[in-house]
């Protein structure tokens, strides 16, 4: 039974990260280590509940800051894991996840990457509605969480994640990555992961500008220059396949904004004596 390494970036999580260990602790998969990295914490409950772990399974790490690209690649350089799964400190996983995913990974030497389907808590609930895994969507966007697991040997060919995405999507660039060494990823059809969805996060407001959003892609593309040139016709034909659905979407609202103006220029009793009509 080869050794998980769990990799728990923290900051300021003293709400959620007893809830996060709990679930690390309920694995059925008992091989594991959970590395925590309290990247900076100056909240009193996050430091109080950090010094008070007692647990030989559990390793604390101390870093300044790193963020969360930084935070997880102090805690793998530390890992005696074969495989690494990140689990943030406010999200949690489901019992049997780790043995899944291993079982999973074990059974294909071509995949690097084993994941999940997810739900999601908190502020939201409800099931994660993201699409179902596919290559030809990967090369558009990214599917996978990082709650996902890999092969430490991958992430150092890699080089870790990287640092330099100023906006997040490191996860998308390492999986990225990972799909140029030439692994596949595998989704279990089963909700595993649990999302805790706050009511404001570094997410939100990375999707809430989309010239910060146009210049990451843009930065995803030119780190994987040789990926994309390799793929380049599939690439194409996904990406104006795309573009053709965008179009057909917002021709689509158009319409119904044209209809809806027509309808509000309508005086009241003219709209009452069509209702009536054409019903």
């Known amino acids: 039974m080869e050794l998980v390494s769990v990799i728990m970036p923290c900051y300021n999580d003293g709400k959620y990260i007893k809830e ?15 590395i925590i990295i309290d990247d900076g914490s100056d909240d009193e409950e996050t430091i109080n509940i ?31 894991g074969k495989y690494i799964l990140p689990v943030d400190s406010d999200d949690k996983i489901e019992a049997t996840y780790m043995e899944k995913a ?3 990974i074990e059974t294909d030497e071509k995949i690097g990457v084993v994941y999940c389907e997810a739900d999601l808590f908190g502020e939201k609930s409800g099931k994660w509605d ?8 990967m090369l558009l966007d990214n599917i996978v969480f990082v709650t996902a697991l890999f092969y430490r040997e991958d992430w150092e060919k890699l080089g870790g994640f990287n640092t330099n995405m100023a906006a997040g999507m490191e996860d ?26 706050k009511p404001v996060s570094r997410t939100t407001g990375f999707q809430s500008d ?26 194409a034909k996904v990406l104006r396949d795309a573009l053709i659905e965008q179009i057909a979407i917002r021709t689509k609202y158009e319409r119904i904004f044209e209809k809806a103006q027509k309808i509000s220029e309508i005086p009241l009793i003219g709209r ?5 009509i054409t019903e």
């Open 20 to 34: 996060a260990i709990e679930s690390v602790k309920a694995q059925t998969y008992k091989n594991w280590e959970l």
């Open 50 to 80: 950090i010094n008070n772990i007692e647990d030989d399974r559990i390793t604390i790490f101390h870093t300044e800051h790193l963020k969360p690209a930084g935070a997880r690649n102090y805690g793998i350089s530390n890992a005696k």
């Open 102 to 104: 291993v079982e999973k």
């Open 130 to 137: 993201l699409p179902k895994y596919s290559f030809n969507t």
């Open 172 to 197: 998308y660039d390492f999986w990225l990555g990972i799909l140029g060494l030439g692994r596949e990823i595998y989704q279990i059809p089963e909700i595993l992961f649990h999302y805790r969805i």
């Open 210 to 235: 989309y010239i910060q959003v146009q210049n990451v892609y843009r930065q995803m593309y030119d780190n994987h220059k040789e990926f994309y040139a390799k793929y380049n016709e599939q690439y």
């Open 272 to 276: 009452i004596v069509k209702k009536i």
